[in-house]
């Protein structure tokens, strides 16, 4: 079975999250590709899709949702899964007590859900490096306001074990749909 594991990312973070998905993948005998989104012209080779984008002020990057709309026939045929990155820090509440994860779900997975019906999402911690050179210019203007360094936490805050649980599960999904009956 193929898997396209396809991303969108600004500084690295979920490209890394991506390629883990996929070495765990292989791991399980499926035949997994990693790619960023904006590479991907053509999915008709593929049996199954995992997308996944960092979000910036609640939404997902553009070339993420670029891909979605562009292949969206064809994503609704197949099975997919969806991923987000970005809450950085440790706290699993906010200080309203609310489920920081949740919160932080792009505004995308509403119509995610409605147009692909995924099989399964998650959100994963991101990371962040103030020394990164700013891209575009929310970031610029962002690294420029007067307490903007520690308002962030810095940090690599991904879970390895979680995305690989995570990933572990779609493989075990998938073989049993490419199971022989």
């Known amino acids: 079975m193929k898997v396209l594991v396809a991303y969108a990312t600004r500084h690295g973070a979920t490209a890394g999250i991506a390629e883990r998905i996929g070495s765990k993948l292989r791991e399980h005998g499926l035949d997994a590709?990693?790619?960023?989104?904006?590479?991907?012209?053509?999915?008709?080779?593929?049996?199954?899709?995992?997308?996944?984008?960092?979000?910036?002020?609640?939404?997902?990057?553009?070339?993420?949702t670029d891909f979605v709309h562009r292949h969206r026939a064809a994503l609704k045929a197949t099975p997919v899964w969806i991923f987000s990155s970005g809450p950085l820090g440790t706290d699993l509440v906010d200080k309203d007590g609310k489920d920081v994860r949740a919160t932080a779900a792009p505004k995308e997975f509403a119509e995610?859900?409605?147009?692909?019906?995924?099989?399964?999402?998650?959100?994963?911690?991101?990371?962040?490096?103030?020394?990164?050179?700013?891209?575009?210019?929310?970031e610029w203007m962002m690294k420029k306001?007067?307490?903007?360094?520690?308002?962030?936490?810095?940090?690599?805050?991904?879970?390895?074990?979680?995305?690989?649980?995570?990933?572990?599960?779609?493989?075990?999904?998938?073989?049993?749909?490419?199971?022989?009956?």
Request: charged share 25%.
């Open 145 to 181: 306001m007067p307490g903007a360094r520690e308002a962030l936490p810095n940090g690599d805050f991904r879970n390895w074990a979680e995305i690989e649980a995570w990933a572990t599960e779609i493989a075990e999904a998938l073989v049993r749909v490419a199971a022989p009956a």
């Open 112 to 138: 995610l859900r409605a147009t692909l019906d995924p099989r399964g999402e998650h959100i994963f911690w991101g990371a962040y490096d103030p020394d990164a050179p700013a891209i575009g210019m929310g």
């Open 33 to 64: 590709t990693v790619l960023p989104a904006k590479d991907v012209r053509d999915v008709r080779e593929y049996d199954a899709f995992v997308i996944g984008s960092a979000a910036y002020m609640y939404h997902w990057l553009k070339d993420a």
